[in-house]
Structures are given as structure tokens and as C-alpha cells.
């Protein structure tokens, strides 16, 4: 419902300095169509790109009336992510200001505005839009591993926990591919790549025994044509060692994937979780490899066995130097190539996928 061109403002209340605004920073780096203002009230005035490091020239603003000053806008866009998934109360008044504007309205929030009385209740002109997108498709069937028929590469990203930078890291590689002239379609699986893409299934919001199959058909209607040499880049969700976490293996089953990408955090030791939860260790990177990689290798018809052929390594909090040691710590603990796409481009990146891809093995060698 989101066209790539229309004009949209971000609801940013509060989350352009931290993860729960992972969404709209997403958008802000990657959305390819017009952003003409942020609202974020704790930082407006605030240069965008000294506080977020995206360099991207659009204003941050305290409300709605001061967003639609910076032009005419199409679509207002929640841009946070926050835990529950409600809509923060603090945000509503812009949200109704919107929709009185005449602003269509894209949401990933597990509430649905759409259903809100208050938002339902006001009139609508003509073309004008709420997007729940968190739901599940209709006409859903449990997955059948038909994936593994497809000619086309598949890439899943893979994560040593949540919110490490699997979607910025397919979409890296999605650009660099394309630079390279090649076929390279994008699965979002989350809310920002969703907004993004335009295409994809918002996991979190299926029942569980139809996770894989929602994974399965997403991942066939992005490659419809594709060919050998074409690269499906599914986004990651969660993490396998993450206790509170159980997308994983519906990406793995529904994707039948042909090559696995690991994403982690520089110097992260343990999983995020809540407040006052028990610490919950992420397993060494080779440990974490081989469980991803055996996985992979259950389900599916063809007999192969995925490896992970890189990582993505976000060093997003480190300077540059600490941040090239890390990154030749992983590279000497695993004897992967290791890359940080965001800070570095995708093209190093692409090169270690693409030298391995499709190179799987069977599982009869393990």
C-alpha cells in the first residue's frame, strides 16, 4: 500500500537515539522515496545525521504541524518499535492530526489503528489508507518445503541475537548486487523491511504452525522468474540463541535457504533481554555456525547442507581502529570472511557470498 515514491513523515517519538526506533532509522538509510520530515519532540532541531550517523538531509521536528511546513506529505509512517508493540501515547495526538490532514497511515505496531475507536471514527477522504501490516496473510497452508524446487539462490541471514542488523545486511547486499548488473530481490520478514521492500510477511504476527509455510510463500512470490543466477535475500528475525526468540527455524523450513549469512554484534557477549531477566550467554561464533548449519540441513528434500558463508559484522559502537580488531578477532575464530556492509558496503561481502553460493553440500559428507 505504501507506493516507493509517496512522500511520508516519520512518527519518531522518542526512538531516534535508540533500538526501539529501529524502524524509521531503517527507512531514514534505506527507503529510496521522499521522507519529508522526522517528529521526534525530545530532538527537535537536531542535525539527522550527527545524531543517528545517517547522512540523509531531512528535518527533526517537535509535532505534525511543524512536519507538513517542510511540504505536502502522502503517508504518516510509525517509526518506532516498541516493546508490546502498542502505539506510545505520546505519539496519538500526531497520529490523529495526521489522519484529520487527510495523511494515509502505515503502522508495524501489534495494535491495529485501524481498529482504534478513536482513529476509526474519523472521516475519511477518498484513497485514504490505515496499513496495519503486523497481520497474518489470508489463505496461509503449512509449508511443504516447495522452496527447494526454486533454481534461484537463497540467502537467510542468520543472527547472534536480536536486532544485531539482518535486514540492514540483505539490503546491503541487495545493492551491491545490483550494482553488479545482478537479479537481487529482498523478502522482508520484519515491519522496516516490509515498509521498505513493499513486499514480504510480518512473522511475528503468524500462528506458529503456519510460520513456515507464510515464510515459504513470501519467499516463492519474490522469486516468480527468477532464474540460477538470481539472489533471494531473506531478512533474519530473532536468534537460535535467544530464549525468547522462535523464528528462526520457520525462516530455515520456509526458505529452504542455499546459503546462510551469521550476523552478530562486535563484543557482544550476551543476548539482550528484559530488565532483570537471568543472562543468557551467545554460544562462541563456531558453535553458533555448526547449530545454524545442522538445522538447515533438517527438513528439506534435496539432501544439502547450507553453510554459513560470511559474516556481517556490526560495529556500529566502535571507532574505526577497535573496529577493524574485531573484526579480524571473528575473522580468526571462524576463518570466515568477515565484513561490517554498513560501514564498509555490501561489495566485500557479496564476494564471500557469491564464492561459496550454491555450493552446498550434501549431508551425507557430515
Known amino acids: 500500500m505504501l507506493r516507493p515514491d509517496a512522500p511520508v513523515v516519520l512518527l519518531q517519538h522518542g526512538g531516534l537515539d535508540n533500538l526501539s526506533g529501529k524502524t524509521g532509522l531503517a527507512m531514514l538509510r534505506y527507503r529510496s522515496g521522499p521522507i519529508v520530515a522526522v517528529i521526534d519532540p525530545a530532538h527537535a532541531g537536531a542535525d539527522l545525521a550527527a545524531l543517528t550517523g545517517i547522512p540523509r538531509p531531512v528535518p527533526v521536528v517537535a509535532d505534525l504541524a511543524a512536519a507538513l511546513a517542510h511540504g505536502p506529505a502522502a503517508v504518516a509512517v510509525v517509526g518506532l518499535a516498541p516493546s508490546g508493540g502498542r502505539l506510545p501515547e505520546e505519539m496519538r495526538a500526531d497520529v490523529r492530526l495526521a489522519l484529520e490532514a487527510g495523511l494515509s497511515l502505515a503502522s508495524g505496531l501489534h495494535s491495529r489503528l485501524a481498529e482504534d475507536p478513536e482513529f476509526a471514527a474519523l472521516p475519511r477522504a477518498s484513497g485514504q ?107 533474519g528475525q530473532g536468534s537460535l540463541a535467544h530464549p525468547g526468540s522462535t523464528a528462526t527455524l520457520p525462516l530455515l523450513r520456509g526458505s529452504q535457504p542455499t546459503d546462510l549469512l551469521l550476523v552478530h554484534r562486535a563484543g557482544q557477549s550476551h543476548v539482550r533481554t528484559r530488565p532483570g531477566a537471568v543472562p543468557v550467554a551467545i554460544p562462541p561464533l563456531p558453535e553458533l555456525i555448526a547449530a545454524c548449519e ?31 580488531a574485531a573484526t579480524q578477532a571473528v575473522a580468526d575464530a571462524t576463518g570466515l570472511a568477515v565484513v561490517d556492509p554498513v560501514r564498509q558496503g555490501g561489495e566485500a561481502l557479496l564476494a564471500a557470498v557469491l564464492a561459496g553460493a550454491g555450493a552446498a553440500l550434501p549431508d551425507t559428507a557430515f
Do not use: H
Request: with cysteine; proline share 5%; aromatic share 2%.
Open 294 to 324: 545442522a538445522l538447515a540441513a533438517l527438513g528439506r528434500p534435496d539432501g544439502l547442507r547450507p553453510r554459513v558463508r560470511a559474516i556481517a559484522l556490526n560495529t556500529a559502537l566502535l571507532e574505526a581502529e577497535p573496529a577493524a
Open 129 to 235: 489508507w490505515i496499513w496495519d501490516l503486523r497481520q497474518e496473510p489470508p489463505g496461509l497452508a503449512v509449508a511443504a518445503a516447495r522452496a527447494a524446487a526454486l533454481p534461484c539462490r537463497r540467502l537467510l541471514a542468520v543472527g547472534s541475537d536480536m536486532a544485531v542488523g539482518k535486514m540492514s545486511t540483505c539490503l546491503e547486499l541487495a545493492a551491491a548486487a545490483r550494482r553488479r548488473g545482478l537479479d537481487a530481490r529482498f523478502v522482508g520478514t520484519g515491519q522496516a523491511g516490509i515498509l521498505i521492500s513493499g513486499q514480504g510477511v510480518a512473522l511475528d504476527a503468524v500462528r506458529v504452525d503456519y510460520a513456515a509455510g507464510a515464510v515459504e510463500a513470501a519467499v516463492l512470490q519474490a522469486a516468480q522468474g527468477a532464474g540460477p543466477e538470481a539472489l533471494v535475500l531473506v531478512e
